[in-house]
C-alpha cells in the first residue's frame, strides 16, 4: 500500500513595529498549487527526523541553514498526510524581506495559500496570542 511520507514545514517569523510576520515563498510546480504562497519544507525522507528533514529542505530551497526551530505542532489530515510545522524567529532578516507579510494578509487572503496551511495559519495567531499574554 502506498504511504504518503510525511512532510515538514518552517514558519519563519519576525515582528515588525509589534506586528507579527511571517514568511512564504511563491510555489513553482506543475500541479494545482502553483503560484501559492506557501512556506519553506518538504518529505521527510527515510532515516531522516522531521527537524533533519526540515533542516535539509530548507537549505535546498532557501540556502539558510536553520539553526534553531521549535515544533508548534504536527497535524494528520484525513488524506494520511501527517505535516511537521515548526517556528523559528528570524531576527536578522537572514529570509528576504519581500516574503514577508503580516499574519492578518494571509488570513485576509487565504486563496493565496494552500488549503492544509489556513489550519496552521489558526495555530499560529493562537499560538502568538497566548505567547503575548504570558509576556504581559
Sequence with gaps: MFQIKPISILVPYKFNDEKLQLWTQKRSSSD??????????????????????????????????????????????????????????????????????????YQENLEKIPPNNKEILNQISTYFRAFRLMCK
Design 32 to 105: 494545482e498549487l502553483s503560484g501559492l504562497l506557501e512556506f519553506p519544507g518538504g518529505k521527510v525522507e527515510v532515516g531522516e527526523s522531521p527537524l533533519q528533514a526540515l533542516k535539509r529542505e530548507v537549505l535546498e530551497e532557501t540556502t539558510i541553514s536553520v539553526q534553531h526551530a521549535v515544533l508548534l505542532k504536527s497535524f494528520e489530515f484525513a488524506s494520511g498526510l501527517v505535516l511537521f510545522v515548526y517556528l523559528a524567529e528570524d531576527p536578522h532578516s537572514e529570509f528576504k524581506e519581500a516574503g514577508y507579510n503580516s499574519i492578518e494578509f
